[in-house]
């Protein structure tokens, strides 16, 4: 007798790095990533097209979760690091390329300058601390208060990134309203005149391709696809709201394949369809006595039901969908039914104080106006193009919790590479004299924690010179510490920009390459400013991606294998 054996393959041993960052390969690769990130920083920042060997969508970007999500890395640690900087951006929505920059230079500097891994994870954890007190501290000089009795820095804070990512295709003008409107959306989710706890609303983004920019608006309420039975005169019919509002979450087609988490028991000579239906006409006769005006489906509703509530001045929308459902339920306060076998409780209706049209663009849109004192409202966004609209409703959505963030911590870091440059002047001269006694109590030699220092502040510095990508030089002031660029749109004399915009170049303000050797100095911290920085970075998220930076940057340096199972 023969007996079929399947193949067995021998079970391959797992592939062993030793000190992975020796590895030319490995570090080639590092390069490779920091390059692809630096390059895309800024307002200048050169775009990233990323596709696949099989066709399908092109993606054109330079924001770092969008680059990320789309680069396939086979290499351990650039996924750790990859890994560490999304769940950054997913929580902050800011500073992705700052913290990636800063992880990879840390990471080459502390090679390129020969320092041992214990040495350099002991004072980066020192230096990033003094960088958290100096930050948090009340004599900061990049550090500006986010004042909320004036919209000023909030759409300040909006424009800056708005004019960081390129591939929103703006120009000044539509920069500006734009970051208006993200600032109005802000505004209208903060609740006011609500008692107890406040619950905090949200912004509902709908785009529309093929329109210009200007035809971009900031609605109060939701805005809706107006159902296709609906016509300016049912609404006029309706009169003066508030109007009653039920919301279904199942699937009201009729199809017995779609009711949900139920145990059916079928006799025979039953139709099940057809009963189905009787319980659909149920419901719409429970809503009609009940005098509801709006009845809104996550699904699909039958058109038998939609004909009905339609015939008793009921508006239906269907195919509301999964992402719709929560802002619904919070505008209207109706509770959403689960289930078609079982009368409408009364607590589960909500309420909308009016229904209207709104022209935006090409589209038609119904408009839900809030009776209560739900913070809800609807951006919509207009632009060129897909690839446009797509990176500008991404950017929108993230500046926008950006904003949200200066409820909790209402600063706002100087932009343009300033803060940068101050911290790592700043740093460089605290610790200059007190470099001996530092190195003592970390146990170091007095050389390695200067030589630390260095590699720190240096690739602080690095961060900055990415942001100028046309071959200009950098500059640093050696009284304030701030990032200066050549003003190419003076044509008299040669000036020089303030990278955040704060500070007007004069005569007597000198100044040295960035990243050059220079005497260290304390940088001057300016009191009672009449003028507001033009560019600023989210505190919050600048300062979660200087301290993740570190620790990841340590935790790379700190691997001594990598084993990789093969099988």
Known sequence: MNFGMSRISKKK??????????????????????????????????LKQIHNNVGGHILTTSTSTALLKRLDMSEPLLKLISTALQHHTARYSDSGLFMGIFTLTLIENTKKYGLRTSTAVKVYKHLVGQCNVYLKGDSCGCKVPVEFSSCGSLVALACSMITSKP?????SREMQ???????????????????????FGRTVTIGIEGQSVSHSSVFPGLLLDVPEM????????????????????????????????????????????????????KIGEQVVKDNVSL????????????????????????????????????????????????????EAYGLVAGLCFQDCGSRKLLQLLSSKDAAI???????????????????????????????????????????????????????QSTAATTAAALGISHSEFLMAV??????????????????????????????WVMDISS??????????????????????????????????????????PKILDSFSAKLNALNVAVEMASLVLDVKYIIKDVN
């Open 491 to 532: 044509q008299t004399e040669v000036k020089h920009t303030c990278g955040c915009g704060l500070l007007e170049d004069r005569f007597n303000l000198e100044k040295t390459h960035l990243n050059t050797a220079c005497q260290t100095f304390s940088p001057v911290f300016l009191e009672n400013c009449d003028t507001q």
């Open 295 to 346: 009845f809104a489906c996550q699904k699909v509703v039958h058109p038998v039901l939609q004909h009905y509530l339609k015939e008793h001045g009921v508006v239906v929308i269907e195919r509301l969908g999964l992402a719709l459902m929560e802002p619904f339920a919070q505008i209207t306060g109706a509770q959403a039914v689960a289930s078609l076998f079982s009368l409408v409780p009364i």
């Open 167 to 171: 591939a929103c295709m703006l120009d």
């Open 377 to 431: 409202s609807t951006m919509v966004l207009c632009h060129r193009n897909e690839t446009m609209l797509e990176e500008l409703k991404m950017t929108c959505q993230r500046a926008e919790h950006v904003l949200r963030l200066t409820l909790r911590e209402p600063y706002a870091l100087l932009g343009g590479g300033c803060t940068e440059t101050q911290l790592a002047t700043h740093i460089s001269h605290m610790n």
């Open 454 to 483: 260095k590699s720190f502040c240096s690739s602080l510095l690095a961060v900055a010179l990415s942001l100028e990508h046309d071959g200009q030089d950098c500059l640093i002031d050696l009284t304030y510490a701030h990032r």
């Open 13 to 46: 041993p797992a592939l062993c790095t030793d000190e992975p960052l020796s590895n030319s390969t490995i570090c080639q690769k590092i390069a490779l990533l920091r390059s692809i990130l630096s390059t895309a920083y800024g307002p200048t920042g050169r």
């Open 177 to 199: 309203q734009i970051s208006s409107l993200i600032t109005q959306a802000f505004l209208y989710s903060i609740p006011c005149n609500s008692s107890g706890m406040a619950c």
């Open 230 to 281: 609906l016509q300016p005169g049912d609404l006029e019919r309706l009169g003066d709201g508030p109007f009653k509002v039920v919301l279904f979450g199942v699937s009201l087609s009729g199809d017995i394949s779609e009711v949900g988490d139920v145990a059916l028991e079928i006799h025979r000579g039953v139709n099940p369809e057809r009963d189905l239906l009787q319980q659909l006409l």
